[in-house]
């Protein structure tokens, strides 16, 4: 496209118009990591039982995963225009609900209503900002700058907090969404235009329900059982959560319009890369939570120089996620899927050479050196999977591409963030259910202080562990498995 013709009204409008989107993807995509800085304010201000804290943090994401696809068919069958303001709309009054709450009760409510309006943005906002540029070189581009937003939205989430946090309450992380919303709903039905396509298929509620409900009811489980151990109750909801989710997946074999397409998985490129994103986001929101306490309440930094820390991290996740077309085009696709599981987990084992005296320089290394992996990921995998499929399933491929990032970041602390409190709870002095919550205790002795946080450093270090082991032999898999030349 030459200068100009950008130069014309029509082109002025859709830049202006992906300029009203991209504030929207950013927060969107923070609000995935923005509360790992925050914790340790959250459960000194609300005091959140374990398991509390823990859907604190992953409910949102839990929504969002569980609702894109979804979310996607109601607004090709309504429109996408209606459908991303509805939830812009439901987003705003979830983070001011989420700002105010008093209770860890109503904050997880609220987190859960921000997720709901969440699920509503990610979908609609790429398909209009793609209606916007007719010209096929343009949009690749546009939509190249989308993920970068969503990415660096991930990557500076927890940044953001901790330099809000410096100089307001912990309710200031939600906050900060408010403003952005309003603009965008002033700006949205002047700059961008309704988007619905004709072949959307139905919506299977069942298929909706098993499936949030089948997620809910395991991680449920899981959490219990990290938090309080084994009962009756954690192991019934844990065998449910699993049935149901069986159901659910046989279910999509049978129905027309599937919520998730599992033909697509017979080809093993497709897979890997859907792989790639869901284990890269889980390793990457257990490291960062986790990563955020051991700043905090091990080795003692206010929650400024945390953030600082976690700033060299976030650049280079940043630049690669700008620079991965580059990177890709110059080693080949299926070497950089393959460095993606290498890189994070690398980085990641370094972790285990923190100690409650020092951590510093190992930390930065570590988020540095997994950055490279994590922005690969972040740009690589959806790219590689709608390139693995049919042209006319590409609709498909994109969205479950998208809900595996979402749910690998809600599972990464579910998953390895209870494995953690787990440890915790096994190897900590027994004065309360976290080192948050223990640390805040009156009168401690300096010998049960150490105890609790060589506890929780213990955690930390088998959660990072099992995550930097099941990236390692994924990147292994897929080297010995794909094809030397992966389809453009």
Known sequence: MTDASLSRPVDQKAWLGLMAVLPLVLIVAMDGSILYLAMPRVTSALTPTADQALWILDIYGFVVGSLLITFGNIGDRYGRLKLIMVGAVVFGVGSLGA??????????????L?????????????????????????????????????????????????????????????VINVPVVIAFLIAAPILLREVRYTHYGRIDLPSLLLSFV?????????????AYGFTVAQAIAGIVGIVVLALFLHRQTRI?????????????????????????????????YLSGI??????????????????PGAIVLTAVCVGAARIVERIGRKPALVATHLLISAGVFL????????????????????????????????????????AE?????ASIAETSNELGNALGISLLGSLAALGFRLLGPDVAGTLNETLDQPA???????????????????????????????????????????PE
Do not use: C
């Not at 949009?139 to 940044?159: E, L």
């Not at 005296?357 to 690589?380: N, Q, R």
């Open 99 to 112: 700002a105010y709450a008093q209770a860890p009760e109503t904050l997880i409510a609220f987190r859960a």
């Open 114 to 174: 921000m997720g709901l309006g969440g699920a509503t943005l990610l979908p609609s906002g790429l398909a209009i900002v793609s209606a916007l540029f007719p010209d096929p070189r343009l949009r690749a581009q546009v939509i190249g700058i989308f993920a970068a937003t969503f990415s660096a939205g991930f990557a500076i989430g927890p940044v953001v907090g901790g330099l809000l946090l410096q100089h307001y309450t912990w309710g200031s992380v939600f």
């Open 214 to 226: 089948g997620i809910l009811l395991f991680t449920w489980s899981v959490k219990a059982a990290a």
């Open 256 to 288: 027309e319009y599937p919520l998730l397409d599992l033909s697509l998985f017979r080809d093993r490129i497709f897979s890997i890369a859907i792989l790639t994103g869901l284990l890269s986001l889980v390793v990457w929101a257990a490291a960062g």
């Open 294 to 311: 051991y700043l905090q309440s091990v080795l003692g930094f206010d929650v400024l120089s945390a953030a600082l820390l976690t700033l």
């Open 351 to 390: 972790l285990l050479f923190t100690s409650t005296e020092a951590g510093i320089a190992m930390f930065i290394a570590s988020t540095t050196i997994a950055g490279i992996g994590y922005g690969l990921s972040f740009s690589l995998v959806a790219e590689v999977a709608v390139s693995a499929v049919p």
């Open 393 to 397: 399933r590409a609709g498909a491929a």
């Open 444 to 486: 401690l002795t300096a010998e049960t202080v150490l105890h609790a946080k060589q506890a929780f450093l213990t955690g930390l270090h088998v959660a990072v562990a099992v995550g930097g082991l099941l990236t390692l032999a994924v990147g292994i898999i897929a080297w010995l498995w794909l094809p030397r030349n992966l």
